[in-house]
Structure formats: C-alpha cells, structure tokens
C-alpha cells in the first residue's frame, strides 16, 4: 500500500514541473515590460528598476525559476505590489473559503445527481430517462453566472432567506452562507455527473451479481440500495475527480458572483490589477488542487475496493 | 444527365432524404432548432426595426410588448434587436474556438498515436499539463499575460482547446492502428501519411465531431463568462454575456434583461447537445463525456 501510494507520487512530478514552468514562464511571456503594465506606466525608470530587482526579474532565468520552486515549496510566493501584501497570505485566505465551497457544491451535487442519474437508468429509453436527458442539456447550457444572479436575486432579495455575499463566521454560518454559491455549483456540476453516473449505474445493473440478487428474489428497492449504490460510490468519487477543474472553474466565476473571497475571485482581481505574481502563484496553486484531488481519488478507490492496489 | 442518375448514386435529393430518414429525434430538433438559430442570427437586420446600439432614454427598461417583443434595458435599447445581433457574435467567436482547434488537435492526436515514440511521449506529456489546470484559471492566465479582449481568447482557446481532441483521437487511433484494415494498408506499402489520413482518420473523427457539439456549448459558455468577469467583449457590444453582465443590477425590477439573452445561451446550448446527441446515435456510439 505504502509503495502504491509512493509510486503515484513519483508519478506527480513530472507534470508538476510542468505545471511549474507554465505558471513561472506566464510573466516572462508578457509583451513588453510587465512591471511598466502592471504600474500603468506611472511609475519612474528608478522604481521599475527597483521592483525588477525586489521581483529578481533581473536574474538568470534558471536562478529565477528555481527560487519560485524553492520558495513556492516553502508556501512563500514573494509580496503583491498591487494589493501590498504577501501573496501567500491572499492564497492562504483564499484556499480554505474556495475548497469550502468546492466541497459543500459537490456534496449538493451528489445529493442531485445520484437520485436523478439511477431513476433514469432504473427507467432506460421510457419517459423518465429521456426528460432526465433534456434537463441536463438544459442545465448544461446554462451560463453559471446567471443561475447564480437568478438564485441571488430570488432567494436572497426577493424572499431574503439567504445572505447573497460573504462566508460569514464559523462552520454552521458558513454553511448557511455559502448555500446561495454551492447550490449555483451544484446546478452546474449536476448536468455532467448526472450524465456519467447514468451510464456507470447502467454498468452495474447489466452485471451478473444483479441478476443473481434478482433471481434470488430480492425486492428491486433491496437491490437498489444494498448493491447499485455501494457499487455506485467508486464512479460518484471517479466523476468527481476527474471534474475537478470543472467545479474549480465554476468557483472562479461563483466566488466573483457572490463576491466571496476565494482563489477565483482572487484571480480575477488579480488580473484586473495585473498583479502578475500573484496570478502566477495562483496558476501553481490551482493545479497543485486538481492533481492533489486526483491523488485522494485514488488513495479513496484503495480504502473502497482493496482490488485496486494490485493493478 | 438521365443516363448518369442510373448508373451512378442516387441523386442528392433522395440521399439526402434517405439520410433525414434514418435521423434520431434528438439530431432532427437539435438541427431545426440550429438553423432556425442561425437564421436569425443571419437575418437580424431584417428581423427587427432597431439598432442594437441605439440608446433611446424615452423608452427605458420597458416591459415587454409588441413593439418591443423583448423589452428594452436600462439605456433604453431594444433587446430582442441586441439578441438577435448578438447570435452573431456568440456563434462566430463559438465557431471559430470550436473547428480550429478540432482540426490540429485531431491532427496531433492521430500522428502522435500511430507514429508513437519521442513525440507520443512529449505529447503526452504536454496533455499530462493541460489537464492539470482547470480549464478556466489556464485560459485567464493566458487573458492576463496577453491583456483582455476577443483576440486574446482566441489565442488562449488556440493554445488550451486542442488537447481533449489530440485526447480523443489519440486514443482511438490506438485502437485503429491494430485494426486488420490498416495492417493490410500497410502490407500494401502504403505510406504512413496515406494510412493515417486516407484510411484511420476517417474511422476515428467521428468521437471528436460528437465531442466538438459539447464543446462549441463550453466555448459560448466561456466566451459568456469571459465577458461577465469583464474580459470577454467589452459593452456596449451585443455579446450575450456581456448583456448579462451590463444589465445584472436591473434583474430585480425588469426581469426580462437578463433572461432574453440567457435564454439565447440556454436555447442555442441545447440545440447542440441535442445534434451531438443524434450524432452519437447515429454514429453509433455511446455519447461521451462531457470532459
């Protein structure tokens, strides 16, 4: 198990390094001087210069890119000129608010998903399947950020049960603030996990230990639950990981909706400002998130089904 | 030219009808409701008495009525004319994202999968990366680099949009390769470009052309959201999104300014699904994953 988990480490670091040289090349790629953008033209050949050696932009490429490695490791991503503090520390704010909202919209989404997915393979090609179909395309096509606007402006202006922005304080406000927000992920999330779910759950009624249950005479809600869904979690957790740049991407454009301080919101003001280091540490991190997600995934499938770990 | 009709296909009318025949459901609304689309889109000048720019302050956010079937926004334009003008935008800048990166994805996916070897390698690689990012933070990263607006999402589109299909193509033409029709092509002395092209290619496009439905819907979605968070298309440009956008603060007392445009999302994203769904079917495929 030990030498599973190592092996699937190993197998991280070459796309970190890729992933690392992508973010740390974005400010070399600007066209013409980034700090001259980033401050508007505004500031004297003396501040530029100064700013270029506060940023090491003045060093060797390989020097600089193995400080941003070697500081980024230690979860120190230098200071934002811009907003006048340390990048890590807007990182920092922004990972726990954005994972909060990540994980509290999957689980909603699950809690959608699941229920819709198994009534329409439980009903495949009648009535029930095809409008589960068409209410995903439906929901597929559905700009996240106006479902969101649709959710603010009813439940939270019209009927006021819900706050429309901020996290609020503690774990219980923080879920009752971020309902608006995760259940905008949830909608978005749901038409795509709904789709996958339907063909695994498909899967698993076709195999051959149903129709045994079924020959034995078990009731199909008995089969339902005590086979079908416990076979169903390994695709619940696969769809999931494999989503995760697209819930990652719904949050970027949620946290901006609700003006929830997240890493999306982060990055989109960051590039507002063109604060490049600060998009640059925000690039490495977000990749970091998906590959870490991918990796609890798939420790997830070893606690699940044993059989894993010998493939 | 009777002679020819006899011996040679049956002409096109028939063949065309012979092949309408055999369409699902889902890919005869999908590509009715598409065209209906597009014709509008194509025909907005003629379709509506009003310039889509024009700001009339005596007619502001008004409801919906006969002369305006849309109402009119905050600034007092007609939103049915701003809709209809938008398809424009929205279905050129989704085209355009969507066939180019298809055509050198497809590309590098079938070379990279029959060839194998160092290039299989550095591409897969390169995808190992893609994929890594989640799709929107790599395509605001390349934004913020390149400095907003319409050109820049092409280029960043250019750069990212091509890996699912190298994805896609690479995968099938691993199965292709072995496949007895390419080992003959191959005992034949054919070269490698005549059997990628003349004879796998073919047989593997078609996931990527199923695919590519789903993601012309993701690339309007993107260009919508690009243009909420302020860089996509900038106002007062009839960019579906950027309506959306411009007209949010209004929602609450006229809620037709922003779910027109919404609608022209929703309407025009499920008139793909719907065609790459019946292309699926008619493929006969399971249809794939979204991502």
Redesign the interface.
Known sequence: MLRFVIGRLMQMI??LI??SL??FL??H???GDPIQIMLMGRATPDTVARIHAELGLDRPLWQQYLAFIGNALMGDFGRSIVQKTPIGGLIGDGLLVSLYLIAYGAVLSVLLAVPLAMWAAMRRDRLPDHSV??LG??G???????IG??LM?FFG??LGWFPIRGFGDGALDHLYHLFLPALTMALFLA??LI??LR?SILDVLEADYIEVARAKGLSPTRILVKHVLRNAAIPVITVLA?????L??GA??VE?VFTIHGLGSQ??R???F?D?PT?QG??LV??VI??GVNLLADLGYMIIDRRVVGR | MAAVDVIGAPPLRSRLRREIAVWSTSLKVGTSLFAVILLAGLLAPWLTPYDPLYQDYNSILLSPSLAHPFGTDMNGRDILARTLFGTRIDLRIGFITTIVPLLYGVFLGAVSGYLGGKLDMVLM??L??A????????I??I????G?GVHSIYIAVFLVGWTMYARLARAEMLVERNKDYVLAARVLGFGRWRIIFGHALPNLINSSIVFSM?DF?LNI?LL??LS????GVAPPAPEW?AM??ES?DY??QAWWV?TMP?AA??????A???IG?GLAQRFGQ??R???
């Open positions: 070459p796309v890729g992933v992508v973010s974005a400010i790629l600007v066209p179909r068409l395309m439906i597929f096509a559905m700009p996240p950020f106006w606007l649709v402006v202006l019209k038409p795509v789709q996958s063909s494999v989503n995760i740049g697209w990652l991407s970027v454009i901006t990055l989109v960051s590039v507002g063109r490049y998009v925000l690039a977000f990749a998906v590959m | 690689r390169i190992d990366v994929i890594a990012f989640p799709f929107l933070v790599l605001i990263v934004i913020a680099v390149l907003p789903s819907v979605l919508s959201g909420f968070l302020g860089l999104g959306i956008a949010k929602m609450r922003t919404a999302i929703v309407l025009t994203g499920t793909l699904s719907l769904d399971n249809r994953s979204l991502m």
